[in-house]
């Protein structure tokens, strides 16, 4: 029996991903840097630009169809065209795939500490050695915009059909009550070490 125990214990410790933080070394940071923002900005412009043409035809129920269904493709689109994995990620996520793991609950909390003191910072960088092969994670911050508070804003003063439409696509929704400035999460790009 102890046999089989250590067997399943060693199988469960070598099956899993080593992943450490690592240091981001000063001389690549700058490239980091406009590698992320340029691929965020891609995202951004992309998703914005299919949410407004889906406002422009249905109204919100056509934004709320392009999240539900499309926001996950546009992603993994941009994902194609640049080499580089990218995720939008908050505490307050209305999609579960969006929750953060620890590394980009770390940035988030970063930017949280930031506004608190003051000032939004404008990025975060991290280090990932996931089994000796070092990723860069760049971290942009999203604010809320006016046109957002249409599905995030205060529940109480959101279309009720609209609301109940949101409620039935996501039944867990954290994404509701935010004004308009508030820091909503942030845009991740990973970049593998190997590309800067």
Known sequence: ???????MASSVVFGCAEVQKAEVPKDKEQ???QVGEETSMKLLKTLKGALMDAMQKGGPDEAVEVCSKKAMALTSQIEKETGYSVKRTTFN???PA????KYEAEAL???????KNGQMPKYYVQAINENGKVMYRYYKPLKVEGV???CHGDPNLMDKKLLEKIRALYPNDKAVGYKDGDFRGV??????????
């Open 1 to 7: 029996m102890k046999k089989i125990l250590v067997l």
């Open 31 to 33: 490239k980091i840097v």
């Open 93 to 95: 996520y209305r999609n």
């Open 98 to 101: 969006n929750a953060p793991d």
């Open 109 to 115: 909390r970063y930017f949280e500490e930031g506004i």
């Open 148 to 150: 957002c508070l249409t």
């Open 187 to 196: 845009v991740r790009v990973t970049i593998p070490a190997d590309k800067i």
